[in-house]
């Protein structure tokens, strides 16, 4: 698949995740009401969280780590799911452009269209090369195979 019918995938799919998107957000504001305000260890500790629960969802769901799903058109290798790249780059590069609007006086204000854009943005081109890397991870090693075709 090009990457243009693959981001045309992906934007479809998040379409419809827009619910998943709310509940941390949610989540995340209801911490920082309750708890604290988080520092970056601690959005690092739930982004941590959030991406262990949709790995233990993947392996649930498709018995193995890495392999292509059956019912679905869209060549995905399960390891690219996680989004580590996607969701921990953006996290880091959110947290990197807020600190240059605090520390450039910048407007507050101007840091969440920037960060709103930058995470639509570099969240579809990470997903884009965790896919690439996921498939050179398994034409690289036999990591993936069924074992019982392996011996």
Same mark, same amino acid.
């Given at each position: 698949m090009d990457a243009r019918s693959r981001l045309a995938h992906n934007l479809t799919a998040e379409s419809e995740a827009y619910? @998943?998107?709310?509940?941390?957000?949610g989540s995340g504001a209801m911490l920082i009401y309750k708890v604290q305000t988080p520092d970056l260890f601690h959005i690092l500790l739930l982004a941590f969280g959030a991406i262990l629960g949709f790995g233990v969802l993947g392996a649930v769901a498709f018995r193995e780590i890495v392999r292509e799903p059956e019912s679905d058109e869209t060549p995905l290798v399960?390891?690219?799911?996680?989004?580590? +790249?996607?969701?921990?780059? $953006?996290?880091? +590069?959110? @947290?990197l452009l807020v600190r240059f609007v605090v520390t450039h006086s910048t407007p507050g204000w101007f840091a969440f269209p920037l960060v709103g854009f930058q995470a639509t943005v570099l969240? $579809? +081109?990470?997903?884009?090369?965790?896919?690439?890397?996921?498939?050179?991870? +398994?034409?690289?090693?036999?990591?993936?195979?069924?074992?019982?075709?392996i011996e």
């Open positions: 619910g @998943y998107t709310l509940t941390i957000w399960v390891t690219s799911m996680v989004h580590v +790249v996607s969701t921990l780059g $953006n996290l880091v +590069v959110a @947290y969240y $579809n +081109v990470f997903l884009l090369l965790e896919d690439f890397l996921s498939r050179q991870f +398994v034409e690289a090693t036999r990591f993936g195979e069924d074992a019982e075709e």
